[in-house]
């Protein structure tokens, strides 16, 4: 089945960008997400790039999709305290149910 | 507001027992489904369903059961059979097209 993978920590300073990776397994995938989850909350989410994109960017938001080597990757600029979060890669396979990743801890440091 | 209702926020459950987590949409979703998140772990997807009446078990099925009477409604009974209950539930819909899934607020369940 599909296997989608992320780096589970990722630390930078305020106001620098943010990139959280993801790699996935199967070449099917239709839509891919990212949702971002606030302690003891829901998923939230983000931004999502349908499978014939390379990038869609929203505000601060970009997404990268290299269709070839099976990435994506979600960019975060002038990252403030309020980004910390776990961020999570989802990717939807046709006919099939959403599989998702385990999860990006992003810390924020002042 | 539209949007997707868990209740309780936090459930406790003695050994033994049968708990019943409650989700509700008013999106007016035909698909909705149920997620065990763990610790450093992803979502796995429990049961979901795309239509009244139906329902199909996901990856860890075992100890659960739903039911779905309502298209509003998708209840999930964590049975006795759950022997690690613990863990955050989030319930979720989308539309059949399934282009965007949201989700709930989720459910802390404890066992005592």
């Known amino acids: 089945g599909e296997d989608v993978e992320q780096s589970l920590f990722l630390s930078v300073r305020e106001g620098d960008s943010s990139v959280i990776n993801c790699t996935y397994t199967?070449?099917?995938?239709?839509?891919l997400y990212w949702y971002k989850q606030e302690p003891g909350a829901g998923l939230q989410l983000l931004t999502y790039?349908?499978?014939?994109?390379d990038m869609k960017q929203d505000q601060r938001l970009t997404v990268l999709l290299n269709k070839k080597d099976k990435h994506l990757s979600l960019r975060i600029a002038d990252t403030q305290t309020g980004d910390s979060a776990i961020y999570f890669c989802?990717?939807?396979?046709?006919?099939?149910?959403?599989?998702f990743g385990p999860g990006t801890r992003l810390s924020v440091l002042p | 507001d539209g949007g997707i209702t868990q209740s309780p926020k936090y459930l406790f459950r003695k050994e033994g027992q049968n708990v019943t987590l409650s989700c509700e949409q008013n999106?007016?979703?035909?698909?909705m489904y149920w997620y065990r998140q763990d610790p450093g772990q992803g979502l796995r997807l429990i049961y979901y369903?795309?239509?009244?009446?139906?329902?199909q078990k996901g990856d860890i099925a075992e100890g659960y059961s739903v039911s779905r009477e309502k298209k509003e409604s998708f209840p999930l009974t964590v049975t006795s059979a759950q022997k690690n209950p613990t863990a955050f539930y989030l319930c979720?819909?989308?539309?059949?097209?399934?282009?965007?899934?949201?989700f709930g607020p989720g459910t802390r369940l404890l066992v005592l």
């Open positions: 790039i349908f499978s014939n994109m």
């Open positions: 369903s795309q239509i009244v009446n139906d329902f």
């Open positions: 989802a990717v939807l396979l046709y006919g099939q149910n959403f599989v």
């Open positions: 979720a819909s989308s539309t059949l097209q399934q282009e965007t899934q949201y």
């Open positions: 199967d070449s099917s995938s239709t839509y």
């Open positions: 999106l007016n979703h035909d698909a």
